[in-house]
């Protein structure tokens, strides 16, 4: 079977500062999202996965709490040990001055201002954060794909990869080329009729499983690019 023309952008990891190859074709096979589980069923694996890596923390019980849900200053916090992004650079005109809401005290401080510098989240209006409102999906998605790097679909490949889900409606105009990014790359799960429910709130189980995916993803990559220190003569 021919194919048809191959559209080829690559787009720059911050993360591990290599390249990654992304085909785009008018029909696109993207990778199967995961159903959206039950707060008790959430593979233990994806928990277990993030928490050794130090990206999530249990509670001081013991306990993950997969079904509780994440608050942005949260969000800050994981993504700022997932993209070190406290060694990218300030954007221009970025620069944090004082947020009468997230005092130098408070638990992620420091976080908070490096994803406002590096312009990976906002603020909104009087220069305030809001750091205990909880994000949606949606939002959560979105801001995850602008710390990946959000691939500069065009609009027609954007509805192509979002209409495959029943509730592509309902995202937000704002947030349609990231999460189509996070979709393309196979970090969301979905439910049993493969909803993305962009609207429902952001959990802790939701992120796990992004995370575990995204650590997956990224190990498949360093894979390939291992060679080995010696290379075995020819046989004679």
């Known amino acids: ?21 992304v085909l785009l074709m008018p029909n696109l096979t993207l990778p199967l999202a ?6 008790g069923n959430l593979p233990s694996a994806a928990i277990q996965q993030v928490v050794a890596s ?3 923390t249990s509670s001081p019980d013991g306990n993950f709490y997969p079904e509780r849900m ?31 809401d997230v005092p130098p005290s408070h638990w992620a401080f420091k ?33 995850f794909a602008q710390a990946y790097g959000v691939f500069q679909f065009g609009d027609d490949i954007v509805n192509e990869i979002l209409d495959q889900h029943p ?3 309902l995202i937000p105009v704002w947030a349609r080329k990231a ?19 962009p609207l429902r709130p952001m959990t802790r189980g939701d992120m796990a499983y992004v995370l575990s995916q995204y650590l997956q993803r990224q190990q498949g990559q360093l894979g390939m690019l291992v060679t080995p220190d010696v290379i075995p003569p020819p046989e004679k």
């Open 167 to 169: 509730d592509a409606e």
């Open 179 to 197: 999460i189509a990014t996070v979709v393309a790359e196979g970090l969301i799960n979905t439910d049993d009729h493969n909803n993305i429910s």
């Open 54 to 56: 130090q990206l999530m």
């Open 111 to 143: 976080d908070i201002q490096t994803v406002l510098r590096t312009d990976i989240m906002k603020g909104y209006r009087g220069n305030l954060f809001f750091p205990n409102q909880r994000v949606t999906r949606a939002e959560a998605l979105a801001i």
């Open 34 to 39: 995961r159903a959206l589980e039950p707060s």
């Open 1 to 21: 079977m021919q194919n048809s023309p191959i559209n080829i952008m690559i787009n720059q990891r911050n993360l591990l500062g290599t390249l990654s190859l």
């Open 70 to 100: 994440i608050s942005r200053a949260e969000l800050a916090a994981i993504l700022v040990k997932v993209f070190n992004l406290d060694q990218r650079e300030t954007v221009k005109g970025r620069e944090v001055k004082n947020i009468p």
